[in-house]
């Protein structure tokens, strides 16, 4: 629910019971979710007008995937009944429209996908006929397409001055915004945000909305506003400021008055300040729950007057580029109210201890993240963690803490998100720091080399994991039977943890839900594990151990394999390995004799390809390469010409065929491989001329032709190469000067 939902129903309900007044100052906001069915049933019918005007809007709707606007018939007379309409139950007016788009993003967190956009939005336009809706509150188009033929936001929108709230958040609408926006005189929300294409040079209407709470121009270039803060200071009623990437370039301006009392909510973040922390305007604003500076290359000391924001509820610096800022610890005591503390790449150092210290100093502690990546902090953990009831998350991964991990963190009965990754951490985690932890959900512990893992064979954690990263922790030597108490982990890491000995027999089923496994740099043996095919696994990482045996039938779901680095044996299967989805292919450094099975033309999904250092044979299969764009082939006897199904490639970026038994001459058509960066030949038997059109190759940095029976002239082309810094063509019957 958008934050001014609960405003418009607050007022809708006064008009429906018949108030002659609004007191716009009523704090008592009563919640509300818009319907996803039909609009509810209303005492009046809507107004004949008002419904041609709807029924006219939606002739500007091109495209409705979904179907939104599917009960908006011309048979039905009462609108009132249709889905995103409401209407007053006392006058049948059309007071709201609830159109917004709520399915945008879909996150997978394994395959990093996002769904698509136009799946689910409307496409079109805003037209004119909503001007003949006079009575309207409540306009609600945010995540759709309804940008136009100009793409622009309409200036008409400024004329429904009964409009109480406005979202247009998330439409890909370009250029100026409408200064006419500043004659609806009743706003109180207005909702811009993700506009990346709009742009204001004056926002000197924003304080004629005198009854504004909630502002979010995030995204809408501000670049050439220097005085933002002063506009923005005569907006008294204001309690939520969204101004993230807008291309603010300063916030240090000196107002003589703040009039921003009861301001809430401020995001800053991800804008061009640049200037030190303690000039900043808004340190004395001490109503402030929500302060987002992250991102905006500010610096220096974090000043005093943050100890006295007592109302502060969530305090973001996240400072990924600039130089470091510095805070003293105790300025974090008498925040009792902090929930969130994200504090990320900004402090050049500071001691944990302390901080931690003063945030567990409140006896009401009400926090629920501490994240302090990333700033250089040293120390140790302290005791007493068990006080933090209420959070769950804690991530204090990169930095230089050392020391051993107290068993109060067991006591942490809320946390979900623990990550102490990339330290100096020592000593043993055993089932003790653990015994609490029943709400865990992720831990890394990774890249602290002195840190042990001690857990028994019947241990029975108190939790279920959905991601467990131990890399380059102590496990081994034997293979750890308390993984199969992890049934229900979905993101396992183990690598580089001296685990030595062979795949047990659980293995495939009790980690069947497994969705990415690493498990490389280990001394793991014997065969791969059996049963592979009912693992749901896309990403398996077991490259560097000493794995003999073929390769069985893989998990149907696989993208990316690499098992390099091991002692592999015998022939590629003939058939498919069972994993048509596979985009990643790494085999490199193993004993696999015999030619490369056609099968590999039926992986269409694949792109990177690596069978370096075997003892492959043959030619490679004649078949499409159009999407491949990592080839790497060196170290083997493969024979045959130029690989002929690269042709009309147009995304092959690195090959290397080098040390094998190629022969023939290179086809002119090797210049339309336009994005190669990488090319090594060296090693072959390749004759004839270079061709000319080598030249065409613009992005190539590297070619290497030696050791091969090239004749002729180096062609002058080469000089067009601008990027290439490594040339390697010794070893050949070429003459001729380098151009």
């Known amino acids: 629910m958008h934050p001014c939902s609960a405003n418009f129903f607050l007022i809708n309900l006064l008009l429906i019971g018949g108030a002659a007044t609004l007191s716009m100052a009523t704090d008592a906001l009563v919640p509300w979710e818009p319907t996803t069915g039909s609009g509810a049933a209303a005492a009046a019918s809507c107004l004949p007008w008002e419904r ?8 500007g709707i091109t495209g409705d995937p979904v179907g939104r606007l599917a009960s908006w018939k011309k048979e039905d007379h009462d609108c009132c009944r249709w889905r995103g309409v409401r209407c007053s139950n006392l006058t049948g007016h059309v007071l709201g429209l609830h159109l917004q788009n709520d399915k945008v993003a879909v996150w997978d967190m394994y395959i990093e996908f996002y769904s698509d956009f136009d799946a689910t939005a409307l496409a079109g336009q805003i037209t004119t006929p909503l001007l003949a809706l006079e009575h309207l509150e409540h306009l609600d188009l945010s995540n759709n397409n309804l940008t136009g ?6 200036e008409f929108v400024g004329s429904l001055k009964n409009l109480r709230y406005l979202n247009l958040s998330g439409m890909p609408f370009m250029g100026m915004v409408p200064r006419q926006l500043g004659n609806l005189s009743k706003l109180q929300c207005l909702d811009l945000s993700n506009g990346k294409g709009m742009h204001s040079t004056d926002i000197s209407w924003l304080p004629h909305l005198l009854w504004l709470r909630y502002l979010d121009l995030s995204r809408v270039n501000l670049t050439t506003i220097y005085d933002w803060p002063h506009v923005i200071n005569m907006n008294r009623n204001l309690r939520a400021l969204h101004l993230s990437d807008c291309s603010l370039s300063s916030a240090s301006q000196s107002l003589s008055q703040l009039n921003l009392k009861r301001l809430e909510k401020l995001d800053l973040s991800e804008n061009n300040f640049n200037h030190s922390l303690e000039s900043c305007w808004f340190w004395n604003l001490t109503s402030l729950k929500y302060l987002d500076l992250s991102d905006n290359m500010l610096y220096g000391e974090v000043p005093i007057a943050l100890g006295d924001m007592t109302s502060l509820q969530v305090f973001e610096l996240l400072n990924y580029e600039g130089a470091p800022c510095t805070m ?17 790449q900004s402090l050049s150092y500071g001691n944990v201890t302390e901080m931690l210290d003063n945030l567990m100093y409140c006896s009401n502690n009400k926090l629920r993240e501490v994240i302090l990546g990333q700033n250089n902090l040293t120390g140790t953990l302290p005791t007493g963690l068990g006080k933090f009831t209420s959070l769950h998350t804690l991530l204090l991964y990169d930095n230089q803490l050392t020391g051993s991990v107290p068993y109060d963190i067991g006591l942490m009965i809320s946390l979900t998100d623990l990550d102490l990754s990339s330290n100096n951490l020592t000593g043993e985690i055993t089932e003790k720091h653990f015994a609490g932890l029943k709400s865990l959900k992720n831990i890394d512990l990774s890249y602290n080399q002195d840190l042990k893992i001690v857990l028994g064979p019947e241990w029975l954690p108190p939790f279920r994991l959905d991601v467990a990263n131990f890399a380059l922790c102590q496990i081994g030597p034997a293979f750890p039977s308390w993984l199969q108490r992890l049934d229900e982990v979905g993101w396992l890491d183990v690598s580089h943890t001296g685990i030595t000995g062979q795949f047990p027999h659980w293995f495939s089923t009790v980690l069947s839900k497994l969705i990415i496994l690493r498990m490389s ?11 592979m095919e009912i693992m749901s696994v896309r990403l398996l990482d077991l490259s560097s151990n000493q794995i003999t045996g073929d390769i069985p039938t893989l998990p149907p779901n696989l993208s990316s394999l690499d098992i390099s680095n091991n002692m592999l044996s015998g022939r590629l299967a003939s058939k498919n390995f069972g994993a048509p989805q596979l985009n990643n292919l790494r085999l490199s450094s193993n004993n696999i004799k015999g030619p490369i099975p056609g099968f590999v033309c039926e992986l269409r999904y694949l792109e990177d390809l690596d069978l370096s250092n075997n003892l492959l044979e043959g030619e490679f299969p004649q078949c499409s390469g159009r999407k491949l764009k990592y080839i790497d082939l060196s170290s083997n006897s493969l024979s045959g010409r130029f690989l002929p199904s690269l042709r009309g490639n147009k995304q ?78 010794e070893s050949n019957n070429i003459s001729g000067v380098l151009p």
């Open 521 to 531: 740099n280990n001394q793991i043996s014997g065969c791969l594990p059996a049963n």
């Open 652 to 729: 092959i970026q690195f090959l290397d065929l080098s040390s094998n038994k190629f022969n023939g001459t290179l086809p002119s058509w090797i210049g339309d491989l336009q994005e190669l960066q990488f090319l090594a030949l060296s090693n072959n038997t390749f004759s004839g001329h270079i061709p000319t059109s080598i030249g065409n190759l613009g992005n190539l940095y590297q070619l290497k032709l030696s050791k091969n029976m090239f004749s002729g002239h180096i062609p002058t082309s080469i000089g067009n190469l601008r990027n290439l810094y490594q040339l390697k063509l």
């Open 52 to 59: 041609e005007a709807l029924l006219a809007f939606k002739r």
């Open 149 to 154: 033929p100009t793409g622009r936001l309409p």
């Open 328 to 344: 003293e610890p105790n300025l974090l005591r008498n925040l009792c109210n902090l929930e969130i503390l994200d504090i990320r």
